[in-house]
Each structure stands twice: as C-alpha cells, then as structure tokens.
C-alpha cells in the first residue's frame, strides 16, 4: 500500500470518536499487558526469536509513526529519528534495523521513555483520525491494530519464555487457573469434503495471507471434536514416544537428539515422577484434562503418528469449522493454535503489496508450517476461520497445541459420509411429495429437556412402565455383566434409566454414551461422572446408527448395550433388523444386547400418550421446526402448524405429524417449502410389537434372546439379546 490522492471522506464527529476509541483501546490492552512487570522485567531477551517487552511496545509505536503518521499527517514530527533503527522488524524498505537476537542489549530507551514515545504517537493518531482520514488511512490502521494485537500474544509469548528461564519461576498472574472437569473422550467428526471453498471472503479486515478466496477438493475426513489433552500426552511420553524414531519425521528426530526433548516445553519432571509445567500462573502440575500446550510440528506429526491418526491440512480445518457439522467441534479458537500438515505457502493467484507494508506476510512463505484456530491468550475478535499463522517446526513457545484428524475409508465412507447432513435430511424431506423429517432430530438439549417433561405426564405410560420393569429385573440384568465391563447407551439423551443399572452394576468400569446431541450429551455425561466418580464416562457425540467404533475405553472389554424407551419402534421394522445388526458390528461378538420395546396395545391407551392434554408432546414435536430456524436458518412459522398424533392399525405403529393450518411458504437454504392447508409434515412412527414378532425380528439380525420380561397392562417389555 502507499499513500493515495483521493478525496478525504466526510467523516462525521461519531465516526471519528469511534475510530479513535478503537485505536486506543487496542493500544491500551497493550499498556495493561506490561503493567504488572518491573522495568527489568522489559528490557530483557530470553532467547533470539523472543523479543523485550519493551521492544513490543515501541516496535508497534513505530509502526503507527512509520505507516501512518510519517505519510498522512501534515506536520507530523518524528519523535526520534533514532527509533527507526531501534524498532523496525523486518522491513528491508525502509532501512537498517537493530538485528533481532540483539534487542535485548537496548537498555536504552528505557521502558518509561518508551511509555513517553507512545503517548506522543496515540497523540498524533488521534489527530490523523478525526481529520477526515482517506480509505487508505482506514486501510492501514485496520493492519497496524491487527498488527498491534498480534504483538499482544507475542508479549505474553516471550514473557512466558523468560520467566520460564528464573530460577524463581514467577507468576504473571496470581490468580490460580480454573479447574477442568476430566475430558471426555474425543469423538471425531466426518466431513464430506468435496469441492470446498477457503480463504477470506470478507466483509471485513483480513491479512493479505488469507486470500484470494479459492476452491480446494477434499477427500472425506474426519477431525477430533477437541485437542489433544496433557494426558494423552503423559501416554505417550510414557509410551516411549520422544525415543522411537519410526514416529518422527527425519529433521523432528534429529532435533529430538540435538535439543534433548522428553516432553513438551515448559514440563519438568519432579521428584517421585510427577510432572509440572511453567504457566502464565507460575509453575503448576500437569492438569490431565488441559489441552497438551507448547510442542512443535515435528512433536504434534510425531504424536499423531503414534495415535494412529494424522494432522489435518490447513484447508480441512477451515472447511470443518465453516460446515453445520462443525458446531460439534470444540476449542477450535479458545486454547490452543493447532499445528496443519500445510506447508506456509502463496495461496494461487496471492500478489504481495507494493512498498514496504508487501514485506508483511508474502516473505515469510518458506520453510514454515501453518497453524489455524486461536489460543486462550489471542485478543477478543483477532482469529477468524480464515486466519492463518505461521511458526518453524520446531519452535514450541508460541501457544500452540493439536487436533488429529483422519482418513475416512471407502467402507466408512458408504456408512459414515454417504448418509446426509441435517440440511440434507431436512430439504430432502421437505421437498418430497409426502413431506417428512427424521425423528432423530427432535433430540437438541431442547427436545431432550421436553421428551423428559413428557415421560412424567400422565397419560405417557412407557416411561413409568419400563422404569418400574427396569427396577424389578436390574439385579437379573447386572447378574449378567462381568467384572470391568462396558455399558454403551444409545441415543443417551438425560441417561435417566441408566442410572438404574448403574445402581445395580458397581462392577462396571465404563459408561459409554452414544447421542446425536452435542449439548445433550455433555450435560448427561457431566451429570454421570458427578455422581460415579469411579465410572470412566466417555461419550461419543455420534449418530447411533452410524457409529463404526466404540470409544477407546470400551474397547477390549465385555460390551453390554442398552437401548431403552422403545426407541427401537422409531425404526421401521426392515430399518430396525438392519440396526439390530449394525449394533450387533458395533459391540463386537459375545455381547449383550438390552433392549426397550413397547408392546401393541389398544388405541384408547396409545393415542393420548402421544397426544397429552397439556400440549408438551405438540411442543417436542415442533421442535423439530425451531432446530431447523435455529441451526439451518429457516424461517418456519411454529403457530402456523398444528401437532396430530395417530394410531395406523395396519402398520401397527403410532404416527406423528405437523399439520399445516393453512396455504404458506417457508424457507431453508434459499428454497422455498410450500404448504397447502392440512398438509403434513410426518415426523415419527413408534412401532408397536406383539412379543414373538419382536424375537423373530432379533433373531434375523443375528441375535439370540438370553431373556425377556413383559410389564403387566399397561404392557411394555425388556429383552436381553446375546451376541
């Protein structure tokens, strides 16, 4: 960029004061950042790629007085002409410069004569900025904040560093971290892939980096929903990872030897085994469940190579984190920068800037490796999908962490990709001739809170029917299960019967629920490991139907499933035996099946179970359409449909539906989703069984039947399947 001959832009007095408010509060938070620390404290460089404090707090300084004031404010006076070597990065445009690993022999100025040279240029950058300032003048203080933000992280960065370096070890902050729950176990999300767009697409700020926007084709992927945690990590150092050259990349092993890592950078271990780490709170213990912070590409690749898994391309993570899948993904921006497999290169069609400030990004492009998210210390509002930050492979001291990602098999892919996405499902239905909307999309944190209101109400008979039959046979149930044995739920929801068998199981080792609902899912399980402490709880945040693989800590154990309140009979009975046997792959030979299954009964007790008197099933029931306005950005008006519950003889099975109550169009995804008056959204069936058509069904699924017990009226049964 260089200055411009453009006509200054009006500029009204409240875009003026806006303007300078922004600018100072980023220049403030800066300010804040040094306060705690002592002059000593600033001048000093721990290592060649750290800088001073008090170098960060004029480099930036110089930055505004250089890019800014110097060519746009008339009369602008330099404040030291000296400063322009002192503080200039790595602009070879605008002349010499201090070189870096000597920064900290710059005792001069001192850190309050800094203090002194940014107050002169806030001073000035007030001026410029209610003087009517040009787009080009808008355009570089959007960098220099940018900039400045970026030299924030970086303070903490290299203070972090040098503290690390005192004997003392001292806290920059006194406050203790909070603490974290355990972690769950990490589920992995499938991407689709395909033709996917990245890059910036604006409106907005974005560094010259992240564009021009372009398309990528993926091949089917799969991310962790969380980063890798610190005792994942202990496994693996336990596991002899920093010793077993066949999982490092050939310059990652020989930078093992020559810099003598056995562990992340700032861990130690202490006497009797235990491991701590050098925070921004001073030295603290390795918190388990705390994402695995501070360890280069060639240690993040080398782990990833151990975990059977891999490290995600820079074009995977923002193409997950933009799709409706990726709300399922957790700390994408809020821990850690997460190591990609991307090399730090020109996107196709990148053009450097003229002058100076082209110097930015574009001569970086080589030999680095890209890092996207964000960490815990990255400024409010800095990151965003597109941005894209850059270190050498094996530096460690930025804030850096790791997801694993992987490959979806050609096998996978038919079972885990092929099935649609909730948009897909949901324009797929709407679209057809009978419009219809999956079942397994009424169970949101919302919709489970509801379905719980309707098992209490009167007239909902399965729930206090299979509860009081699971009661009566749970010790026949637990006389089953082996000692460190697995229960796997599906389709959790609140895990209220579970507790029942957990009551009477206190021999088994792990909890394993499976459930479409991120938010559902995370509160049942907090829930669970509150009041089993000695329960390993690891959910996995899945599709029941889908699932390929239990969770790490089931694996290897006798497996029991549970699969309660009648879910089965949402399932039509061809797509039930295909399920039977789905779980069947799922929990593995020689395992046990618990099942819930409602028994056929008259209408009279059928229809007012699904069709309450105070209207909570009618609300569960659209909610359906609230989760579609919600996370697919339709616009379906819920007043404008009705809720009917009907008993089809023929089918033997209890329908839902949502009955429009008039001609109206709604909209998802940019279509339009016509209604005529009384046409029906079908939303869900309950099968209902006769006992013996439920055991012929078991046994074409593979299944035996150990055992069943049938409720007296109204009937419900529970039926144990052995594998």
Not at 115 to 144: F, I, K, Q
Not at 189 to 210: R, W
Request: aromatic share 10%; charged share 25%.
């Amino acid at each position: 960029m260089s200055p411009d001959d453009t006509p200054a832009r009006d500029v009204s007095d409240a875009r003026a004061i806006a303007l300078v408010d922004r600018y100072l509060a980023v220049r403030r938070r800066t300010e804040a950042l040094a306060e705690p620390l002592s002059p000593e404290d600033q001048v000093v460089q721990s290592m060649p790629d750290a800088s001073p404090v008090k170098w960060h707090r004029a480099h930036t300084s110089w930055f505004f007085e250089t890019f800014l004031l110097t060519p746009f404010l008339p009369g602008y006076r330099v404040f030291d002409p000296s400063f322009a070597y002192l503080f200039n990065s790595y602009y070879e445009a605008v002349g010499p410069r201090q070189p870096r690993p000597q920064r900290g022999l710059l005792t001069r100025p001192s850190a309050g004569e800094v203090g002194v040279y940014r107050a002169h240029v806030d001073a000035a950058m007030a001026r410029l900025l209610t003087a009517s300032p040009t787009a080009e003048v808008l355009a570089r203080l959007d960098l220099g904040l940018a900039h400045e933000e970026q030299h924030q992280e970086l303070i903490l960065m290299d203070l972090l560093h040098l503290f690390a370096q005192s004997p003392l070890q001292p806290a920059y902050r006194r406050d203790p971290p909070a603490e974290r729950p355990p972690a769950a176990e990490a589920a992995f999300v499938a991407f689709e892939g395909g033709l996917v767009e990245i890059g910036d697409d604006g409106p907005g700020f974005a560094f010259d980096n992240e564009r021009p926007r372009h398309r990528v084709f993926l091949p089917p992927y799969r991310l962790a929903d969380r980063l890798v945690t610190n005792g994942e990590w202990l496994a693996f150092i336990e596991d002899g990872g920093y010793r077993r050259a066949e999982l490092w990349l050939s310059d990652g092993w020989a930078t093992v030897a020559e810099e003598g890592w056995d562990a992340p950078l700032y861990w130690r271990r202490e006497e009797g085994g235990s491991w701590s780490v050098m925070t921004l709170h001073g030295r603290r213990p390795v918190d388990p469940a705390a994402p695995v912070g501070h360890v280069s590409y060639y240690e993040a690749a080398a782990f990833a190579a151990w975990a059977g898994r891999r490290l995600p391309t820079e074009a995977e993570w923002e193409a997950a984190v933009r799709a409706p899948e990726g709300r399922a993904l957790r700390q994408t921006a809020d821990e850690a920068w997460q190591w990609t497999a991307s090399p730090y290169v020109a996107y196709p069609g990148f053009k450097p800037g003229a002058g100076a400030l082209g110097e930015y990004n574009g001569k970086f492009m080589i030999n680095q490796m890209v890092l996207r998210g964000g960490a815990a210390e990255t400024p409010a509002g800095h990151a965003r999908a597109s941005y894209r930050n850059f270190f050498h492979p094996r530096q460690r001291w930025a804030f850096t962490g790791v997801r694993l990602a992987d490959d979806v098999s050609p096998v996978e892919r038919e079972a885990t990709i092929a099935p649609s996405t909730f948009l897909d499902d949901a324009l797929a239905g709407l679209s057809a001739a009978r419009k219809t909307l999956p079942a397994k999309y009424f169970y949101d944190a919302e919709g489970s809170r509801l379905f719980e209101a309707i098992c209490e109400l009167p007239e909902y008979y399965p729930t206090r029917t299979e509860t009081a039959l699971l009661r009566r046979i749970a010790p026949e149930i637990a006389a089953r299960i082996c000692e460190g044995a697995a229960l796997v739920e599906f389709g959790s929801g609140a895990s209220t019967k579970t507790r029942i068998l957990l009551d009477a199981m206190p021999q088994l080792a792990v909890y394993a629920p499976i459930d479409i609902s991120q938010s559902a899912l995370d509160e049942a399980s907090a829930a669970i490991r509150r009041d089993y402490p000695n329960l390993t709880v690891a959910p996995l945040a899945e599709d029941f139907t889908r699932a390929l693989r239990l969770p790490a800590s089931a694996r290897g154990r006798p497996v029991t499933g549970f699969f309660p309140g009648s879910t089965i009979g949402n399932f039509a009975p061809d797509e039930a035996e295909v399920f039977l046997r789905g779980a069947h792959g799922l929990l593995g030979e020689g395992a046990m099946f618990v099942i819930g299954v409602d028994i056929a009964k008259s209408p009279s007790v059928l229809v007012p179970a699904y069709d309450d008197a105070q209207g909570v099933t009618a609300a569960f029931n659209k909610n359906v359409l609230a989760r579609i306005n919600a996370e697919l950005g339709g616009d379906f008006n819920l007043a404008a449909f009705d809720h009917r519950a009907v008993w089809n003889a023929d089918e033997s099975r209890m329908e839902m539906h949502l009955v429009s109550k008039l001609d109206q169009v709604a909209h998802l995804a940019g279509r339009e989703i016509r209604f005529t008056a009384g046409e029906t959204i079908h939303t869900e069936n309950s099968y209902k069984y006769a006992p013996d058509a439920f055991v012929d069904l078991a046994r074409r699924a593979g299944w035996t039947v150990a055992a069943r017990w049938i409720s007296d009226s109204p009937s419900f049964g529970v039926f144990a399947l052995a594998g």
